[in-house]
């Protein structure tokens, strides 16, 4: 029924067993037709989506948890699955930006440090580290995270974004190294001494960018003998209290403030991946290669989502009076996809579109040529 269809998409993943390739759909298929990362929730739905009602959902649930210790021993699932996810992004960008979500639960702590681009002006994650623990990631994972990222992304040249707790001196040598630039939020104080040794105190600077209302106002500095840009900007809060942006970055200052200007929207990707719409904190596993594995699956869902609403959302979904639209571009693309998703095989014939992206990435691929 629905062979032919594999076939095709086996033609992108071509090491892949035939078994291994349709429980890994079948298990993005419902994930967005579910939207929870809890298997025990998923497994009531995979008779009605392989048209096997008669199967006992428990076996069911054996078949997911089957699929998930495949993670072990074939451990380039997960970037497969990766792989194929940021294929999808066939339109030129430029920025990235890194951020962190973290929950508790069974006395387990989950962090993910996360990567992401910024895609269409949507962010779409492309790697994470998972920390286990609460609290701000260290140089060394943020470290960890390009290195790793490095190797299967092609990232020279583009700008990272981060707010105030990604800072650090060989943090930045690294970006740099890499050819990335940046720019990054500070908080008061921070690089003080270094800014006002080459030039005005920090506190001139503030007067001057308080009289110069939503103006940038910058000054060159050097930090362990590398050279780089400290942009204040003074604003109102909502409050009518006069507050300051502060960035450190290796771009010009009105580069800078035009790229800060999209740091946020990491914040709605993690929402949708969590509670507004996958449930990422039904996520109840312990085991590296499970997380791997089932944070590489959502991320393709996601992207799917993404990539598919993009299609017809600027023609067909209006903005209302105050200027954003009437529903989220991913909620939207969600939408979409569950008309495909009552059965296998139509999720199947509607993913069969991508497979050209699959097989050959175009220009603006991040997809480094390796194995």
């Known amino acids: 029924m629905y062979h032919h269809l594999l076939d095709k998409i086996k033609q992108a993943k071509p090491d892949w067993k035939e078994s291994l390739l349709k429980n890994t759909l079948l298990f993005v298929c419902l994930l967005l037709e ?176 308080k009289a110069r209302m939503g103006r940038v106002v910058w000054q060159s500095f050097l930090l362990e003998n590398e050279p ?21 970055t290796t771009l010009t200052p009105q580069k800078a403030m035009k790229y800060y200007s999209c740091r946020y929207r990491i914040e709605p990707m993690f929402r949708h991946l969590k509670s507004n719409g996958f449930d990422l904190e039904s996520l109840h596993v312990k085991k590296a290669y499970k997380l791997q594995l089932l944070m590489a699956a959502l991320v393709l869902a996601y992207t799917l989502a993404i990539v598919y609403g993009l299609q017809k959302f600027k023609q067909t979904v209006k903005p209302q009076k105050h200027g954003s639209p009437q529903i989220s571009l991913f909620r939207w693309g969600l939408d979409l996809w569950q008309n495909h998703l009552p059965n296998f095989v139509l999720f199947l014939n509607q993913l069969a579109h991508f497979i050209k992206y699959w097989l050959k990435p175009n220009k603006y691929s991040l997809i480094l040529n390796v194995p």
């Open 34 to 209: 579910e939207k929870t990362m809890n298997l025990w929730k998923l497994k009531g739905s995979v008779g009605k989506v392989l048209g096997n009602t008669k199967t006992d959902c428990r076996s069911h649930y054996q078949r997911l948890k089957r699929w998930l210790r495949a993670g072990e021993k074939d451990k380039g699932l997960w970037v497969g699955l990766l792989k194929a996810s940021v294929s999808l992004l066939t339109k030129k960008s430029k920025c990235l930006i890194i951020d962190g979500s973290s929950w508790q639960w069974g006395g387990k702590t989950y962090h993910f440090l996360t990567l992401s681009v910024l895609y269409q002006g949507v962010s779409v994650p492309i790697f994470w580290v998972e920390l286990s623990r609460l609290g701000i990631s260290s140089q060394w994972h943020r470290k960890l995270l390009l290195r790793v990222a490095l190797k299967l992304f092609d990232l020279q040249g583009k700008v990272l974004l981060g707010d105030r707790e990604y800072i650090g001196e060989q943090w930045f040598k690294a970006l740099k190294k890499a050819s990335i630039d940046f720019v990054i939020r500070l908080r008061a104080g921070n690089y003080q001494q270094e800014i006002e040794q080459r030039g005005k105190p920090v506190s001139k600077l503030e007067q001057k960018a």
């Open 228 to 248: 780089y840009h400290f942009v204040l900007m003074a604003y109102r809060s909502r409050a009518g209290k006069v507050e300051f942006l502060r960035l450190i």
